[in-house]
Structure formats: structure tokens, C-alpha cells
């Protein structure tokens, strides 16, 4: 796609677009993706624990949990349904909106391991007041370590 002009000289004049630069920005942009995409994360940065016994849950859930100890709240730790910060209190009442557009009945349930455990309980009464019966517990895969 070169564009030719005869100056009366013995080589014309071409004029061509240069690519080169373009391709190198291209390449800059494809790295810094490469690398700041698995630094993404999605939900809350929670501690979970660790389970020999595993099942796959999906990739992309579609009502999550998430309970972080906090030392600074005077409960203790933070409640966030699906990312938006809820209390004891409205944690019923977002987890019946959330689940009013959901077909899969089913909350996935990201707990900080150093949790009380009569706390994890409180909230498991509240979901199931909520009328949620499948609750699947969101851990991490136990590694097995050999000496």
C-alpha cells in the first residue's frame, strides 16, 4: 500500500506508513496485561482454610460471603455479599435481593480461618432465616508437604 511519486529522478519517492513503532506499543501493552491481569482479584483478600477433601466450585459464583476478621470493627470481623459491605443487621435483607435474580440457589460461603466459631454460626442462622439451603464453604486446597 506504498504510494509512489516520480521526482524526474532515477528512484521514485515512496511513502509508506511505518509499523514498527506501532507494533512496539502493541507489545508494550500486551505485557503490561500479561502481567497486571493475575494481579486482579476478585472479591475480598481473605485467609481461608485449609481441606484435604475438595470439590471444583464455578469460576464465576454468583452469590459470595465473605467474612474477614477485622480487629478494628467491634464484631470483629467485616461481612461483604458479593463485594458491597453489609452488617448483621442487612445481611439478611442483601442476601434475599441478591438472590432474587439468581437461578442456582446456592451461597458460596469465604470465611478468614481465624474466625470464631459461634460467630460463623450466628451467620449461618441469618442465611438460613434468609430461606437459603445449600451453603458450599469456599477453602483452600491442603498441600501436601513431603519430608
Known amino acids: 500500500m506504498g504510494f509512489s511519486v516520480s521526482t524526474g529522478g532515477k528512484e521514485p519517492v515512496r511513502s509508506e506508513p511505518n509499523v514498527v513503532p506501532l507494533c512496539d506499543v502493541l507489545l508494550v501493552l500486551l505485557i503490561i496485561f500479561m502481567i497486571v491481569t493475575p494481579l486482579i482479584q476478585k472479591g475480598v483478600d481473605v485467609r481461608l482454610p485449609n481441606a484435604q477433601f475438595t470439590s471444583n466450585m464455578p469460576e464465576n459464583p454468583d452469590v459470595v460471603l465473605a467474612i474477614k476478621k477485622d480487629a478494628r470493627d467491634p464484631k470483629g470481623f467485616l461481612l461483604f455479599v458479593n463485594q458491597d459491605k453489609v452488617t448483621m443487621e442487612t445481611l439478611q ?55
Open 93 to 147: 435483607n442483601a442476601l434475599e435481593e441478591a438472590f432474587l435474580t439468581v437461578a442456582d440457589k446456592k451461597l458460596y460461603l469465604k470465611a478468614d480461618q481465624e474466625l470464631e466459631y459461634g460467630n460463623i454460626v450466628d451467620i449461618i442462622d441469618i442465611i438460613r432465616g434468609a430461606g437459603i439451603e445449600m451453603v458450599g464453604i469456599i477453602t483452600e486446597k491442603k498441600t501436601e508437604k513431603i519430608d
